[in-house]
């Protein structure tokens, strides 16, 4: 159990490479938080500075409150997993999972006692006698975060510990990560390039690129509220649509305009534009796949588009259309909506309208890249 807080953290690795700006975040006791980016963002090399694995250049690290900035590794009573698990291959599984407890010298029937507990919740119990080359993937993995486990570490970090593994074991493993999150009463930090590991596992999630933090918040908060055309990007899958459109203040209120097709904002947008005193100006209107409604006729508040490609995923339709000014927009349709007839007709080449309620609207701004109302 400990909070973890980070001050002005900053890595500047000997090339002068700035790989981490200015950190800062509080992690609270038990939390789990996942650090999330695409390849570079230096969400390693943030959780390596935690770990102690990395000298941190400026700023401050505490554990619990206390600064632990030039602490040793083993003195900052941490466990962590890696990507590559490195079990000893001429050990078995048990002394694998022992080993850091025998260096303590701890007594060998505690040992035993932390060694099958971990086994038991991790069901690698029938295991324990094995060498490590006779696991699968998933179960090496699970015996590796065994012998993070049993060292009851105040802080559990995990450095993408599931991206050896092929997608059906991942999903498995991630579902065991939230149960054993559940029965250890610890805090996590969870490294990942993946946003949906991101955002089935965190109760906050820190979204990097470039070595700094774009967004903090709850998984629903940053897909609800992201604060930049980045954010919006990255979160969700198939991703947020982008497209050119035209904010005009009018009397009555805002109004997006898209190729001469107004849609109205309500009443919120309109006093948070009002409020930061946002007037008419071209704007990236963003709307995910799933919040876009298709219509088969033109009608009031329509855009018309051609589709491009139809990809049958089962239970729905991914459409990739492109608007009238070539916008390329995909749309998630549940095919059960559908009849027979109006799936027949979303073919290449076909006209297709789509809408969009205020509600899922993000209106940003094309020079700052940030949202005009969430940031
Ligand atoms: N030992 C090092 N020496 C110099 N530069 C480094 C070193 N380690 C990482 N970097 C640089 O620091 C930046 C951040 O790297 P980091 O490994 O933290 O990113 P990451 O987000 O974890 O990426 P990935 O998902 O690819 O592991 C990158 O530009 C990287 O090239």
Avoid at 59 to 69: K, M
Avoid at 149 to 163: G, I, Q, T, Y
Avoid at 168 to 188: P, S
Avoid at 329 to 356: A, C, M, W
């Amino acid at each position: 159990m400990a909070s973890v807080k980070l001050t002005d953290v900053k890595k500047i690795y000997d090339n002068k490479v700035t790989a981490v700006h200015d950190f800062n975040l509080e992690i609270a006791d038990k939390e789990f938080v996942v650090f999330v980016g695409p390849s570079g963002c230096g969400k390693s090399t943030t959780l390596r500075m935690i770990a102690g694995l990395e000298d941190i250049s400026e700023g401050t690290l505490e554990i619990d409150g206390e600064v632990v900035n030039d602490l040793q590794p083993k003195d900052r009573n941490i466990a962590m997993v890696f990507q590559n698990y490195a079990l000893y291959p001429h050990m078995t599984v048990y002394d694998n999972i022992a080993f850091s407890l025998r260096l303590k010298k701890m007594p060998e029937d505690e040992i035993y006692e932390r060694v099958t507990n971990a086994a038991q919740i991790l069901g690698i119990t029938e295991y324990l006698t094995r060498k490590p080359r006779a696991l699968s993937g998933g179960q090496r993995q699970r015996v590796a975060i065994g012998r993070a486990m049993v060292r009851n570490a105040k802080v559990f970090l995990m450095d993408e510990p599931l991206s050896n593994l092929d997608a059906k074991l991942r999903n498995q493993m991630r579902a065991e990560i939230i149960l054993l999150r559940q029965k250890l009463d610890t805090t996590f930090i969870y490294v990942t390039h993946d946003q949906t590991e991101a955002m089935t596992l965190g109760d906050r999630i820190v979204i990097m690129k470039d070595g700094f933090i774009e967004q903090v918040g709850t998984p629903q908060e940053v897909f609800d509220t992201p604060v930049n055309l980045f954010v919006a990007g990255f979160i969700g899958s198939p991703q947020m649509n982008f497209l050119k459109a035209n904010l005009e203040k009018a009397a009555g209120g805002y109004v997006v305009d898209i190729l001469g097709v107004k849609l109205p904002l309500n009443e919120e947008q309109n006093a948070v534009l009002e409020q930061k005193g946002v007037g008419s100006q071209e704007i990236i209107l963003g709307v995910r796949p799933e919040h876009t409604a298709v219509l088969f006729d033109n009608a009031e508040g329509a855009i018309e588009c051609t589709i491009d490609v139809n990809e049958m995923m089962g239970s729905e339709l991914h459409l990739h259309l492109s608007s009238q000014n070539n916008d390329k927009i995909i749309v998630r349709l549940p095919t059960v909506d559908l009849t027979k007839e109006q799936r027949e007709s979303l073919t290449f080449g076909n006209k297709l309208y789509i809408t969009f309620p205020a509600k899922v609207m993000h209106l940003f701004d094309p020079a700052t890249e940030k949202s005009l109302i969430d940031a």
